[in-house]
């Protein structure tokens, strides 16, 4: 008999996408949560977060992705967009070598207003233009690896990697939580949030304009 799901471990796992704009942040969300790819970047219609819940060791994961509304063009992102953060995917494009000096920037940011224990990733996406690539791999994995980090290039536009890097960065921020002892306290947030696994997007916030405003 299955058991009730009160009973199986559940965690919720807040993840934060950053990087330079047009990297494609809304599109790895978009390809993770719902299977979908846009060819038309607007950042102003986006969601906040939306979250995919997955088995991993048999325990109930929810991954409540964050992503930015567009604020990144305007230096503005705020610190709620930290705060809580368990993950965070440092997105670069393989094809503007710019967008990857700025991960240092990036990281910068992520030390100044995310918690201390923060799993970081770097993510070189759009590998399928591998024509047009400025970035080697190589270097991007020696940077992750002086980062103490891991690294993976994916795609968006053909799904190549996503659900891998969300997984590995999942496994990595499980992992941490479980040597701190933290997951009795998350479990007790998860439970009123929880309805059921496996669900491809159960929640999504929209974007507002009231973001874009806010204070750090
Ligand atoms: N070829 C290709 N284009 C992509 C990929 N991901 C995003 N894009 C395109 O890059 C542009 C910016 O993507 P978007 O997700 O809006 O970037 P964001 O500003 O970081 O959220 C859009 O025109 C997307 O269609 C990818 O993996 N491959
Ligand atoms: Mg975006």
């Not at 819940?53 to 409540?64: C, D, F, P």
């Not at 980090?149 to 990697?161: K, R």
Request: glycine share 4%.
């Amino acid at each position: 008999m299955d058991k009730p799901p009160q009973q199986e471990e559940k965690h919720l796992f807040k993840i934060v996408l950053i990087g330079d704009s047009s990297v494609g942040k809304s599109n790895i969300l978009s390809r993770f949560t719902k299977r979908q790819f846009n060819f038309d970047s607007q950042p102003t219609i986006g969601v906040e977060f939306a979250t995919r819940s997955l088995t991993e060791n048999g325990k109930i994961i929810q991954a409540q992705i964050w992503d930015t509304c567009g604020q990144e063009r305007y230096k503005s992102i705020t610190s709620a967009y930290y705060r809580g953060a368990v993950g965070a995917m440092l997105i670069y494009d393989i094809t503007k070598q710019k967008t990857f000096e700025n991960i240092e920037k990036w990281i910068q940011e992520l030390k100044e207003y995310a918690e201390t224990n923060v799993v970081a990733m770097l993510i070189g996406n759009k590998a399928d233009l591998k024509a047009q690539r400025k970035v080697p791999s190589d270097k991007a994995a020696q940077f992750a690896e002086n980062h103490t980090m891991a690294f993976m290039e994916v795609s968006a536009f053909d799904g190549t990697n996503v659900d891998l890097a969300f997984s590995r960065l999942i496994n990595e921020i499980y992992q941490l939580i479980n040597k701190q002892s933290l997951a009795e306290n998350q479990d007790q947030s998860i439970q009123q949030q929880m309805q059921s696994r496996n669900n491809m997007q159960i929640q999504q916030s929209q974007c507002n304009q009231s973001q874009d405003t806010c204070c750090k």
